[in-house]
């Protein structure tokens, strides 16, 4: 398997479960005793990635940590997190983007089952979850070759946003270089990481990994995460 690095986004503040993450970063919240990001981590490195980058803001100091529990981890910091939408967060990490293959992964997901990140990957890709009928969030269509042609909010039966996203090395440059025009060009302030990716699509050749319901869990609130895990609250004192 070729070369790959990781890019965590923790740099935000999580409102949607506060109050637990008016004291704790998202990332940070303990699922059933094991911490959120450190279930993504941990499916990477079974993987066999070594690098990892997480981007941080809100709450930056409770990442540090890490560092010193996995080799081959850096912490960054995206000092506009409170200002910029979360373009600035792959903004932060461009110096170590393009080098190798990447995933680019959000850090509050809970992945129970690491063998979501096992299966060998020959495009570049976002997985994706098949949602039946209108839903009204992000979304991918494709064409009939199963290429992306549109990375947006809004569609029916199609797959869905799930929070991870690999680029091969090629296609990874393609974002950076992307991303920093996007910059130079001003009035990036409100622009998803993912909008540059969907205004990009015909530099990149994009696909779909589909993953089933429970390989990969989104957390929004405290009543999804008590749900989930009921005793959420003793690991999280």
């Not at 495009?123 to 039946?132: A, D, E, L, T």
């Not at 957390?219 to 959420?232: F, G």
């Given at each position: 398997m070729a070369s790959e690095t990781a890019l965590l986004m923790a740099a935000g503040m999580g409102t949607r479960m506060r109050p637990l993450t008016e004291r704790i970063a998202k990332p940070l919240v303990k699922v059933k005793g094991v911490r959120m990001i450190e279930t993504v981590i941990e499916g990477l490195k079974e993987r066999g990635v070594e690098k990892f980058y997480v981007v941080t803001g809100y709450k930056r100091e409770q990442f540090s940590f890490l560092e010193e529990k996995y080799e081959g981890l850096k912490i960054l910091e995206n000092t506009e997190y409170e200002t910029v939408n979360n373009i600035s967060s792959v903004k932060a990490a461009l110096p170590f983007i393009g080098d190798t293959d990447l995933f680019i992964c959000e850090a509050d997901l809970y992945i129970p089952d690491h063998a979501v990140f096992q299966t060998e990957l020959l495009h570049s890709c976002y997985f994706?979850?098949?949602?039946?009928?209108?839903?009204?969030?992000?979304?991918?269509?494709?064409?009939?070759?199963?290429?992306?042609?549109?990375?947006?909010?809004?569609?029916?039966?199609?797959?869905?946003?799930?929070?991870?996203?690999?680029?091969?090395?090629?296609?990874?440059?393609?974002?950076?270089?992307?991303?920093?025009?996007?910059?130079?060009?001003?009035?990036?302030?409100?622009?998803?990481?993912?909008?540059?990716?969907?205004?990009?699509?015909?530099?990149?050749?994009?696909?779909?990994?589909?993953?089933?319901?429970?390989?990969?869990?989104?957390?929004?609130?405290?009543?999804?995460?008590?749900?989930?895990?009921?005793?959420?609250?003793?690991?999280?004192?």
């Amino acid at each position: 398997m070729a070369s790959e690095t990781a890019l965590l986004m923790a740099a935000g503040m999580g409102t949607r479960m506060r109050p637990l993450t008016e004291r704790i970063a998202k990332p940070l919240v303990k699922v059933k005793g094991v911490r959120m990001i450190e279930t993504v981590i941990e499916g990477l490195k079974e993987r066999g990635v070594e690098k990892f980058y997480v981007v941080t803001g809100y709450k930056r100091e409770q990442f540090s940590f890490l560092e010193e529990k996995y080799e081959g981890l850096k912490i960054l910091e995206n000092t506009e997190y409170e200002t910029v939408n979360n373009i600035s967060s792959v903004k932060a990490a461009l110096p170590f983007i393009g080098d190798t293959d990447l995933f680019i992964c959000e850090a509050d997901l809970y992945i129970p089952d690491h063998a979501v990140f096992q299966t060998e990957l020959l495009h570049s890709c976002y997985f994706g979850r098949m949602v039946k009928g209108y839903s009204d969030d992000w979304v991918f269509e494709r064409d009939g070759n199963g290429r992306i042609t549109r990375v947006g909010k809004g569609g029916a039966d199609v797959y869905n946003m799930v929070g991870i996203s690999f680029f091969k090395k090629a296609d990874a440059q393609i974002l950076k270089t992307a991303i920093a025009e996007a910059y130079e060009k001003g009035g990036y302030e409100d622009l998803f990481w993912d909008d540059v990716v969907n205004d990009n699509l015909y530099r990149l050749d994009l696909t779909v990994h589909p993953v089933n319901d429970k390989d990969i869990t989104e957390i929004d609130s405290e009543a999804e995460l008590k749900l989930i895990d009921p005793d959420y609250i003793k690991y999280n004192e």
